[in-house]
């Protein structure tokens, strides 16, 4: 069963530190080391928020302000898939696809596995403490459980004092 299609990666990413060393972590293992013929395609998405969870739907008002919402993450998402081109074309790759899709980072990285075939998404952890992260909910945890597909929590190492 000889097939030159290659197996797809997904690195999803945030506008944190933390997203951008787990593409930094990628591309650095899997495809600076092969500039030629790099062993998978890659696909880097951002899951812009709705802007009603954003601004939350109460109190009088909200409606005029969410156009501005709306405006501001377009902004956001499309400064972090151009902060990720960047970074790419730096460590010399070229070939990457970049999608900003709106929703909850949860089902938007489950969901992009599912759309490209992926065999691997990757994620950055932020290092939330128990307490936030019960609040704010992991996503790389909630892949770790749904995503159909082998998924890496790339940690970004503490600093040593």
């Known amino acids: 069963m000889a097939t030159s299609e290659k197996q797809t990666m997904v690195v999803g990413i945030d506008d944190s530190a933390h997203s951008f060393y787990a593409l930094e972590w990628t ?9 030629t013929n790099p062993p998978f395609k890659l696909v880097v998405v951002h899951a812009k928020p709705l802007p009603s969870s954003v601004v939350g739907l109460a ?47 949860r089902n938007v990285l489950c969901e992009a596995v599912e759309k490209h075939h992926a065999s691997i998404l990757v994620v950055g952890s932020h290092g939330y403490g128990a307490i936030k992260r019960a609040v704010l909910g992991s996503v790389s945890d909630y892949c770790a459980h749904h995503a159909h597909c082998t998924v890496t929590i790339v940690k970004k190492p503490k600093i040593k004092h």
Do not use: M, Q, W
């Open 27 to 35: 591309l650095d293992h899997f495809f600076t080391n092969f500039p």
């Open 59 to 105: 109190g009088p008002g909200a409606a005029e302000v969410l156009p501005y919402v709306e405006s501001d993450l377009k902004k956001i998402a499309a400064r972090v898939l151009e902060k990720a081109k960047e970074f790419c074309i730096s460590k010399l790759v070229s070939e990457v696809v970049l999608e900003a899709i709106e929703g909850d980072p």
